[in-house]
């Protein structure tokens, strides 16, 4: 008889990272191309269900002191940064510099206090200061939301996990224009380089987090 999927990876990977102390929110590439039904990129109806958990996540995390970071994919007008990644992806083109689907999504105009990380590949750790700058904040655990699962979210992952951060992926606040790629690659994430959970439980990881917090003062 076959061993269960399920069964068979939480033997092999069965193991919790668990949450840090001193946690950052990295938001992927919220960008008006995965909304616009003319783009492309368009997501669909697993792209606007991400962007309101992650809107949520967000307040909630401005609410408790944790740093908020958004990623967006600039390139030249020539599209020349765009390198082999855009030779591959013809649609990234939507992510030239001036261009409406470039923009970041209705409802996230960065606030003054946010940092935005742009970057021309699908990590938001490649190529940017990303890392550099959440070590020296003392950073030790990111949270990730963001688009699509698949792909920068997926390569954000494994490079934060790469860089030393405990790495946690809100699955409700990660979109993808279809739910196989999105279901298969939340359980690949989890079993390999973060530990995946949902909506509830980072926003009461978040509310302990400010009672801890609170204690210490």
């Known amino acids: 008889m076959a061993e269960d999927l399920g069964d068979n990876y939480a033997r092999a990977y069965g193991k919790k990272a668990g949450f840090g102390a001193r946690p950052a929110l990295v938001m992927v590439d919220f960008a008006h191309a995965y909304y616009d ?7 669909g109806q697993g792209c606007i269900d991400a962007l309101a958990s992650a809107l949520r996540i967000r307040a909630k995390c401005r609410e408790v002191g944790v740093p908020v970071i958004l990623t967006e994919v600039s390139l030249h007008p020539s599209g020349l940064d765009g390198g082999r990644f855009l030779q591959k992806a013809k649609p990234l083109d939507a992510f030239i510099q001036g261009r409406a689907t470039a923009a970041f999504a209705q409802g996230l105009a960065p606030e003054a206090d946010e940092l935005v990380i742009s970057k021309q590949y699908p990590s938001a750790f490649f190529g940017t200061s990303l890392a550099s700058t959440l070590t020296a904040a003392g950073i030790d655990q990111v949270i990730l939301t963001g688009l699509t699962t698949s792909g920068c979210v997926r390569a954000s992952c494994v490079d934060s996990m790469s860089h030393g951060f405990i ?12 739910p196989g790629p ?3 690659n939340l359980f690949d994430m989890n079993a390999k380089y973060a530990d995946v959970v949902d909506e509830a439980e980072i926003l009461a990881f978040l509310d302990a987090l400010a009672v801890t917090r609170a204690a210490a003062e």
Do not use: I, N
Request: aromatic letters at 4%.
């Open 37 to 43: 039904p003319d783009c492309p990129l368009y997501g």
């Open 167 to 178: 790495t946690t992926v809100v699955s409700d606040a990660c979109g993808d224009r279809h």
């Open 182 to 184: 999105h279901e298969a």
